[in-house]
């Protein structure tokens, strides 16, 4: 393997995604092993909306209701793929507030992405996940996307303008025009230089084994 290897990840996710959230802990690990081998990553974050609109839910399940029950089921099944099961279905149940929509925390990952570059992105991802896959709360709320904010070392009233800022929007619609183009019609997605596709939360060792048999395709002559 040639020692200065580049390999770029494109990782196309939603904040509302459970599955998402099983296999970032995967991703990380597999560039810092990949680093450790003397490979150069460049992760690269990517939005992506399975429910953009307000309304989303009920056209998709036919009510708020129906569509927080189904959600749940696959919570269920997420935190079973989840190597720490973190994934709080049963404190979800018990909320009052509607299931949420994307665009929100999307928008508030753009924003610490304008103020904190890739890593502020994915650290922010991370942490608004926890918000609403473990802690459970509404990330709709500006004042949770907010306080999730200022907990990953963001100024509040800064981080508010770049989220309510026209390019926050613009850098979303390019993210989900570009997922469009690969022709990505779920998450978690990744896209390996830019020329292979890996979906699913798949288990660490196949994620691994998907990984090598990739570079071993492009030191093929």
């Not at 770049?162 to 690969?182: F, V």
């Amino acid at each position: 393997m040639a020692e200065q290897e580049e390999i770029s990840i494109l990782f196309f996710h939603d904040v509302l995604c459970a599955w998402c959230y099983a296999l970032t802990p995967r991703v990380h690990r597999l560039v810092e092993e990949l680093k450790e081998e003397g490979t150069t990553i460049q992760l690269e974050h990517r939005s992506f909306a399975l429910a953009p609109n307000p309304d989303s839910i009920a056209q998709m399940f036919g009510s708020p209701q129906a569509g927080k029950q189904e959600i749940l089921h696959h919570w269920e099944a997420a935190n079973r793929n989840d190597d720490a099961h973190r994934i709080r279905a049963d404190i979800e149940a018990t909320r009052d507030f509607p299931y949420p929509y994307s665009t929100p925390a999307l928008l508030a990952c753009q924003a610490a992405e304008i103020l904190g570059g890739e890593e502020g992105h994915g650290r922010y991802f991370d942490r608004v996940q926890y918000a609403h896959l473990t802690e459970c709360e509404d990330v709709t709320d500006e004042a949770v996307l907010l306080r999730c904010a200022a907990e990953c070392g963001f100024d509040r009233d800064t981080f508010a303008q770049a989220m309510r800022s026209p390019e926050a929007r613009q850098r979303l619609e390019a993210d989900l025009a570009e997922a469009s183009a690969y022709g990505i019609q779920a998450v978690p997605s990744l896209v390996i230089n830019h020329q292979y596709l890996l979906q699913g939360a798949q288990p660490y060792d196949q994620l691994k084994r998907a990984f090598e048999q990739i570079r071993r395709k492009q030191v093929t002559p």
